[in-house]
């Protein structure tokens, strides 16, 4: 399975851009980047998901660089509410049924 | 449609002692998740099942067993607690992943203090 690196920390003031960035060196051509967040004590929670094309919802934007060695999560006018540890992931194969990878994430901390 | 609930919500155990997580999906879903997540870390893979009547390991299984006798239901079973098993344990399902264009979604978790 392909490994992501993701810093451990980040800020941003609310109303600005967030960007978060991850890589993904190892990726192999058939995986997916996926990205979910967890705001303190609750489950885990879908944001956005891609392969090749950058990816945009009505939660966040994902920029995947062409060589897919790494992508960047944009949430483009922070909320408090945004706070939460976010996690990048590229999914786990199906030996494990498709479970996902969670890493450590990187904690955001959005700021009035 | 309550999508993903978990039962209990806290409990306490003494070690040696058993109890049963129940994690139930009024979504039709095939697969669930078992997790896993100590204070400061990402989720880990407990068990797992692509469909009713079917179990399989994941990445920390041991100390726990796991039963999907119909398919809106996953048990997680601690037959002896110990205190290593102190940790916040939640439940995931997803439709079927194809594609790699599935969404797991998770339930509110469990948490369990084992003394």
């Known amino acids: 399975d392909a490994k992501t690196t993701q810093p451990p920390s980040m800020d941003c003031a609310e109303g600005r851009a967030a960007n978060l960035p991850c890589n993904h060196s190892t990726i192999s051509g058939n995986e997916y980047v996926y990205w979910y967040r967890q705001i303190h004590s609750q489950g885990p929670q879908y944001i956005i998901h891609g392969l090749k094309n950058n990816e945009t919802n009505e939660m966040a934007s994902l920029i995947i660089t062409e060589d897919r060695k790494s992508s960047t999560l944009i949430l483009p006018h922070a909320t408090l509410r945004d706070t939460a540890v976010y996690y990048c992931?590229?999914?786990?194969?199906?030996?494990?049924?498709?479970?996902?990878?969670f890493g450590k994430g990187t904690s955001l901390l959005v700021t009035p | 449609n309550a999508g993903v609930t978990q039962t209990p919500k806290f409990r306490v155990l003494k070690t040696g002692q058993s109890m049963t997580l129940l994690c139930a999906q009024d979504?039709?879903?095939?697969?669930m998740y078992w997790y896993r997540q100590d204070p400061g870390m990402g989720l880990r893979l407990i068990h797992y099942?692509?469909?009713?009547?079917?179990?399989a390991k994941g990445e920390v299984p041991d100390g726990y067993n796991v039963s999907r006798l119909k398919k809106q239901n996953f048990l997680l079973g601690l037959e002896s607690a110990a205190p290593s098993q102190t940790s916040v344990y939640f439940c995931?399902?997803?439709?079927?992943?194809?594609?790699?264009?599935?969404?797991?979604?998770f339930g509110p978790g469990t948490r369990l203090t084992v003394l």
């Open positions: 995931a399902s997803t439709l079927a992943p194809s594609g790699g264009t599935d969404t797991q979604y």
């Open positions: 099942s692509v469909g009713e009547g079917t179990t």
């Open positions: 992931i590229v999914r786990a194969n199906s030996n494990s049924g498709y479970a996902l990878n």
């Open positions: 979504m039709n879903h095939e697969y």
